[in-house]
């Protein structure tokens, strides 16, 4: 029971970054009818948004310390984050360990950014282009994109904590009734699926209760009818390429305390939200969410020891044969509307 | 006996009785129109009718046999072809091609694999393509592609590709909407002289009275799924039910 | 000539003479000047471009003519080179019965995975045909080891069984891989002045059945059957109310395009007797998809130029390191050959990717036909006048 | 012949068909008497590391350290190992006085793709030696390549026991350590610090290598009296292992034993030590994990994780031998920074194949072979070492190593604990766990 109950919450903590990033990528299919191959790209530089606050605020004074020495046998130069010696070691060291929610100040405008870059300078380009055009360029794109990160970045990953506080595990057994430690939760992993709880659930706001959501659920619905109408759907669907973008860029963040960034998470992540859009079914944000949960729960449950001992390696492809079986059985996808992207 | 009998045919989207008792008869050779107001379930009978609805009831006959459960190329086999509302023809094709495929589809059938010859040497197929193509006017325009051509030629195209297989049963699904007058004029004028060179049954479905009256012999009027009336034009036009029909729809609007 | 028409025959004829003097023309520089980095006229890479040329000409009678973006072709080619290290190992060296088996079995495995997947069009079909090939590729990775032998690649070991054939040679090595004989691997060497031209009796081989592989796929564009597939991408409604079964029209490509996969999963491994997992991955399905729109979806000729292209940047870029770029510039004064290495080292060696990436932008973002409208616009340029039905035969609107 | 990849010979004038411009310069005399037989003043090496994928960096380090070696012998700066290497008969004029000429390339940690960089290397830049790689499956790709083309492989990071055992080649050798060297190495540690009754859990890479380092890590620690709860197989290309993690928690075993390398074992790391795993009691004993094979290049995407955790590795460059001092100062003086294993192993890699040309006098790979099987050596960063003749494997000390809890700088993640002795991670050629292969016969090729 408890190994359930754990899987589950492994289950919905995946679900969580399946359904962030196929949230963003969803609505860029469903907005603006573009495959984007960058989107994973956009995930991964969020995370790396998070890692370069990191360095910077690590970015440190030296002084030489005579008494020790580094591994030439020359005289050990010791580092001090300048924030350190500006704030004093305590507060200063206090701003470094909370490095990753403060990223997220700072990525929101930086992916907003880079998200309308990409749609005025290149993607806007590519709306009238065939599907394979658009996959070409934007595969290009996530390329370079990756390439650069790699450059200055290195390729090995680079570790961003979470703040110190968050560091443990929550003992949820004992919370309900079960013996200790036996259904324990690390915080930080809590906190992502709480965040990502907030963030779909807002973007769903946002496309239901104001106009301009409005105006684009419309644009989703039915582009042209809607720019009969005068509205400059355009400029709008720039806009919601800057929030898929920080969506995506959002969940980047938030990620890099569980996992290590490293310049190619984003392709890892880029198949795999791909199959999640799909298997939700083209052009529905609810359809994306809910996949990305389905399969980050039946992921989860495919590596108990319990189900592994029956189906060697059902681990490395249950999602596949889940898209598979789905998309079988429900031609759109779980929620899927007619005629997007079916020709 | 019609080539066409439609008996007791129903059709039901969830809560929306689409057909509700549905009989027809179309006699060989003749020219039957079904009209009706909007929403009085003309393309749902249209699509039952070509296999892409099956109705929840009733039975389709084309010449004895069933259609019901074949699929929309088994049924065209039988000799049953469609022209569509707007114009479906392959866009990115010539007019040429376009031509040429329905006349492989008469000779091969639903599917061959006939990947080695050349289209170019295909002689037969292209004498016939390129008959019909002086029939319908479309020679000159044999090399462009379909996509760039006026609406009213892809009209033309269409129905040109549907007469190429030498079909017994011809439907027409509002073949003038949304056009100019003057093209439909022109439709008009070319079904006519369809009619006239061949034996062809022609069902057509349409909203527009003045291309109903100038095609069809008999008509039937369709009103919330059930036929309201059948009869010839003349009859028809004085009709107090169609007359009821259509002002009630109008008073609605 | 062959069936073919004029234009037609004269490109066939083009190919035929690109493919047998690619030694010459593929070594444009002498061997030790300092272009000869550039060089691509070695037996490997040769075998890759023509190898690749098939398997992106396969790709593209599916996904140029019908439209269908298959995202798992590469699972084609994997099964094609287990299949032939197989019949290495169990049969015979010789290339023959290797690249036949592992057409057939390609052309099976495309079968049943076309049968399922071409149930849903654009792309829930691609993440179906992805999900089979990253299936395959994940499996033989790991538990399927006793067959593919998992992350090593399947290879050639001196206790195979070997039925026609002996297990080791005199001298105790692995026997090679040979056509009745002619040994796949041996090369003659021609030095004339500073250039060496290598020959190779594989890549020959490889390169004939290109030449076939093309002459195929030319008269398949040209019949009635590729005529079928083009309408299948322009109207599948119309097709089906013309009373054409699109199913098996499509199933039909999609094994055709499989079993050209499985050809080049043959190939190479009858070219060097090993099939690693690797080859069934998305990165490797996504590879052909690009080497198609970048040369040009729906062209005859451009998959092989996009194969072409991307195989050179990653033999040729890959291998260009500091060093080599300081031998270059090592005239200039210092300052500015550091300058001039520093920028230039971004883009070779381990920056070969970004140089790929940001081609594909530029390519597709100013010729938008692939690399065969940037051939039609130079063509253009020195005044060659464009046959209409030509253009309309070749158009490269690829799929919506 | 019949066991050559490429036959450079010559080509009848007729054979080009009008090659009126024969002139008698135009043609290279007589057939080699191996592949890629050096001509003139120079000698080219193939250096095939990783440049993309998650191995980059390690290939980055791997390639600093191939151009230092280079430079030592070539006689360029401050000759490195070549000062302490017990082998004196490398003069730094080049390999038997043809300068170093190298090229590199990138394996991109894919078979095809090492095996393909390597042959153009062979086959393009006639290179004499191949080396490199950072993984088991391209290695052992390539050494399979090498054999078939008659040129010499030393092999880069291997640490499969099928890169010298059941795919071992002749033509290929291996300075590494292994995956069960790695066991013997760790497990008396292992009973030393944690005792011999415990229960262990295994989370393992499903590939070849994990499945080898697992089979010698159980056995290793099984035969000191640990008992083996579960053994798990983890997807390759898995990123989050909470799933794989939290099963633990279930069991009563309490040590975790991660067999995965890489971004694999970053992330796991990382995964277990976010579930509290070390701050768990099972049995009244602390819970432990152990990394069987650390690298410190990727110690560090772990970072504070790390600490505490034991492991071993090939070498470290705190060692403070002679040789380890003199690789160290050098590199440290040219890059800025201390080299990791992947380089080490490789430097020493390029400096033994030379000295073995330089004793056999000749770059026949046969000579370099038998020049090789059965070398002793000293003064390369790792005790006495032996070439082993039957399986082509170096046997030296092994290092036993600890998370440092105190780092002084971002390199200095690792704690050496202690320095197994060669003695006791030697193994029988035929140990099972190695058996199944033969070397074969050299292939010199052409």
């Not at chain 1, 200055?152 to 968050?166: H, S």
């Not at chain 1, 898209?323 to 997007?340: C, D, M, Q, S, Y």
């Not at chain 3, 109207?235 to 079964?245: E, I, K, S």
């Not at chain 4, 002795?421 to 010199?444: E, I, K, R």
Request: a negative charge.
């Amino acid at each position: 029971m408890d190994a359930i109950i754990l899987q589950i919450l492994n289950g919905l903590d995946k679900g969580s970054a399946y359904a962030l990033i196929a949230l963003g990528l969803t609505l860029i299919f469903g907005t603006l009818g573009v495959v984007n191959f960058a989107h994973g790209a956009l995930f991964m530089i969020g995370a790396f948004c998070a890692v370069t606050l990191n360095k910077l605020l690590n970015l440190s004074v030296e002084t030489v310390d005579p008494t020790r020495t580094d591994f030439l046998g020359n005289p050990l130069k010791v580092k001090t984050p300048y924030v350190e010696t500006w704030f004093g070691p305590e507060f200063g060291h206090a701003i470094i360990d909370w490095s990753v929610p403060l990223a997220i100040l700072f990525s929101i405008p930086i992916m907003i950014a880079i998200g309308f870059i990409m749609e005025r300078g290149l993607i806007k380009h590519f709306y009238r282009r065939p599907h394979a055009d658009q996959i070409l360029v934007t595969f290009g794109l996530a390329i370079v994109l990756q390439e650069l990160i790699k450059h200055y970045y290195g390729a090995n990953p680079i570790q961003t904590p979470a703040p110190g506080a968050f560091r443990g595990s929550f003992d949820f057994g004992a919370m309900l009734g079960f013996d200790p430690n036996t259904i324990i939760y690390p915080y930080w992993r809590m906190i992502y699926f709480a965040f990502a709880a907030v963030i779909i659930g807002g973007v769903f706001a946002f496309l239901q209760f104001t106009t301009f959501g409005m105006v684009v659920r419309a644009g989703m619905a039915d582009r042209e009818t809607v720019g009969l109408l005068g509205i400059n759907i355009d400029k709008r669907f720039t806009i919601m390429f800057g929030l898929a973008a920080a969506v995506a860029g959002l969940a980047g963040v938030m990620y890099a305390p569980i996992n290590s960034p490293n310049y190619h998470m984003g392709m890892d992540f880029l198949v795999l939200s791909f199959v999640v859009v799909v298997v939700g079914g083209m052009g529905s944000l609810p359809g994306a969410v809910a996949a990305g949960f389905l399969l980050g729960i039946l992921e989860s449950f495919a590596s108990m020891n319990e189900i592994k001992s029956i189906l060697p390696g059902i681990d490395q492809i249950i999602i596949y044969v889940a898209a598979i079986i789905i998309l079988l059985t429900r031609p759109r996808g779980l929620l899927g509307r007619k005629g997007v992207m079916e020709d | 006996m019609g080539i066409l009998e439609v008996k007791n045919v129903g059709k039901r989207f969830g809560g929306l009785q689409a057909l509700g008792d549905v009989n027809l008869s179309v006699a060989e050779n003749s020219v039957h129109a079904i009209i009706g107001p909007n929403g009085a379930g003309k393309s749902t009978l249209l699509n039952c009718l070509v296999g892409k609805l099956i109705p929840d009831s009733g039975s389709v006959m084309f010449d004895g046999q069933s259609v019901l459960g074949r699929t929309p190329y088994e049924i065209n086999q039988m000799g049953i072809s469609r022209v569509f509302q707007t114009p479906e023809i392959f866009g990115d094709l010539t007019v040429m091609e376009n031509m040429m495929i329905p006349c492989f589809a008469r000779r091969d059938g639903a599917f061959k694999l006939n990947g080695i010859k050349s289209v170019e040497s295909e002689t037969e197929i292209r004498d016939r393509a390129e008959a019909m193509m002086e029939d319908m006017n479309l020679a000159e325009k044999r090399h462009m592609h379909a996509a760039s051509m006026s609406r009213g030629d892809k009209r033309r195209l269409e129905i040109a590709m549907c007469l190429a297989q030498e079909p017994r049963l011809l439907l027409l699904d509002e073949p003038t909407a949304g056009m100019a007058r003057a093209d439909t004029n022109n439709t008009i004028d070319l079904l006519k002289e369809i009619k006239q060179k061949r034996d062809i049954t022609i069902v057509i479905i349409e909203h527009d009275m003045h291309v109903v009256f100038s095609l069809a012999e008999r008509i039937t009027v369709l009103a919330q799924g059930t036929p309201l009336v059948e009869d010839v034009p003349e009859k028809i036009k004085g009709h107090p039910k169609v007359r009821e029909a259509y002002l009630g729809e109008t008073a609605a609007a | 000539m062959l069936g073919l028409n004029k234009k037609d025959a004269t490109l066939l004829g083009v190919v035929a003479v690109l493919v047998i003097f690619a030694p010459f023309i593929l070594n444009p520089f002498p061997a030790d000047s300092a272009m000869a980095q550039f060089n691509a006229g070695y037996p490997d890479l040769m075998q890759r471009f023509v190898i690749f040329g098939i398997f992106a000409v396969g790709f593209n009678l599916l996904f140029g003519l019908t439209g269908y973006l298959s995202f798992g072709h590469a699972a084609f080619l994997g099964v094609g080179s287990y299949s032939a290290v197989w019949m290495f190992k169990l049969l015979s060296m010789n290339v023959i019965p290797a690249i036949l088996l592992s057409m057939v079995i390609a052309g099976l495995f495309a079968l049943l995975i076309g049968f399922i997947s071409l149930r849903r069009t654009g792309i829930y079909f691609s993440i179906l045909t992805l999900a089979f090939a990253e299936m395959s590729f994940r499996l033989a990775y790991s538990v399927l080891t006793p067959i593919t032998n998992g992350e090593t690649g399947l290879q050639l070991t001196l206790e195979d069984p070997r039925i026609l054939g002996q297990t080791a040679t005199e001298n105790g090595g692995i026997p090679v891989t040979n056509l009745f004989g002619l040994e796949m691997r041996s090369t003659e060497v021609l030095n004339l002045g500073g250039w060496t031209f290598q020959f190779n009796n594989g890549y020959y081989m490889a390169g004939a059945l290109l030449l076939v592989a093309f002459y195929i796929s030319i008269r398949i564009f040209r019949s009635p059957f590729g005529m079928m597939l083009r309408a299948v991408k322009s109207n599948q409604q119309r097709m089906n109310y013309t009373g054409l079964n699109t199913k098996p029209y499509t199933l039909a490509a999609f094994v055709i395009s499989g079993m050209y996969a499985g050809l080049a999963g043959g190939l190479m491994a009858s070219m060097d007797p090993l099939a690693g997992a690797e080859r069934m991955q998305w990165t490797a399905s996504g590879e052909v998809v690009l080497m198609t729109i970048l040369g040009g979806a729906g062209t005859l000729i451009g998959p092989v130029l996009g194969a072409g292209f991307i195989k050179y940047f990653e033999n040729i870029f890959s291998k260009i390191n500091e060093a080599v770029l300081h031998s270059w510039f090592h005239a200039l004064p210092d300052g500015l050959e550091n300058a001039i290495v520093w920028v230039l080292e971004h883009f070779v060696g381990s920056g070969w990717h970004l140089t790929l990436g940001l081609l594909f932008m530029l390519v597709v973002t100013f010729l938008p036909g692939g690399l065969v409208e940037g051939g039609q616009r130079l063509g253009r340029l020195f005044g060659r006048k464009k046959d209409a039905e030509e253009k309309t035969a070749t158009q490269s609107t690829p799929a919506e | 012949m019949t066991n050559k990849l490429t036959r450079r010979g010559l080509l009848k004038t007729g054979a080009v068909g009008g090659a009126g411009l024969a002139l008698p310069t135009i043609f290279t005399t007589g057939a080699h008497a191996f592949t890629n037989e050096p001509s003139g003043g120079t000698v080219t090496l193939g250096f095939n590391v990783p440049q993309s994928g998650p191995y980059a960096d390690e290939g980055a380090d791997e390639l600093r350290a191939y151009m230092l070696a280079v430079e030592h012998l070539n006689g360029e700066g401050d000759g490195g190992m070549l000062n302490t290497f017990s082998s004196k008969v490398l003069e730094g004029n080049g390999i038997l006085g043809k300068k170093v000429e190298y090229v590199t390339g990138d394996t991109q940690t894919k078979s095809d793709a090492a095996r393909a960089s390597a042959k153009s290397m062979i086959e393009k830049d006639g290179a004499i030696m191949i080396t490199g790689g950072s993984s088991s499956g391209v290695a052992v790709a390539v050494q399979s390549l090498c054999q078939e083309a008659g040129v010499i492989f030393m092999a880069g990071l291997t640490h499969s026991n099928d890169t010298t055992g059941k795919d071992k080649k002749a033509n290929g050798f291996r300075h590494f350590f292994n995956a069960y060297m790695s066991g013997a190495a760790l497990a008396p540690v292992l009973a030393k610090t944690y005792g011999t009754d415990r229960k262990a859990y295994h989370l393992t890479a499903d590939y070849t290598w994990g499945w080898t380092q697992e089979e010698s890590i159980v056995a290793a620690t099984e035969a000191l009296g640990w008992e083996t709860v579960q053994t798990v197989k983890t997807p390759l290309s898995a990123t989050d292992f909470s799933s794989y993690i939290t099963p633990v928690l279930q069991t009563d075993a309490d040590v975790l034993i991660l067999n995965h390398y890489g971004g694999n074992m970053v992330n796991s790391l990382t995964n277990a030590v976010q579930f509290g795993l070390r701050e768990k009691v099972v049995n009244g004993k602390n819970f432990e994990i152990v990394v069987p094979l650390f690298s410190r290049l990727m110690a560090r995407g772990a970072g504070e994780n790390v600490k505490g955790i034991l492991g071993s590795t090939n070498w470290h460059w705190s060692l403070q031998d002679e040789g380890s001092q003199a690789f160290v100062k050098s590199f440290g003086t040219k890059y800025g920074f201390p080299p990791s294993q992947a380089a080490h192993t490789c430097y020493v890699q390029t400096l033994l194949y030379a000295d073995a040309v330089a004793r056999a006098g000749s770059f026949n790979p046969c000579a370099v072979g038998e020049a090789l099987e059965g070398f002793e050596f000293d003064g390369m960063g790792n005790g006495p070492t032996l070439y082993r003749a039957e399986d082509h494997q170096c046997f030296k000390d092994v290092l036993v190593v600890r998370g440092k809890e105190n780092p002084t700088s971002e390199f200095d993640l690792l704690e050496v604990v202690e320095v197994t002795p060669v003695g006791q991670v030697t193994y029988a050629p035929d140990h099972p766990m190695f058996a199944g292969g033969a070397l074969g016969s050299c292939n010199p090729g052409a």
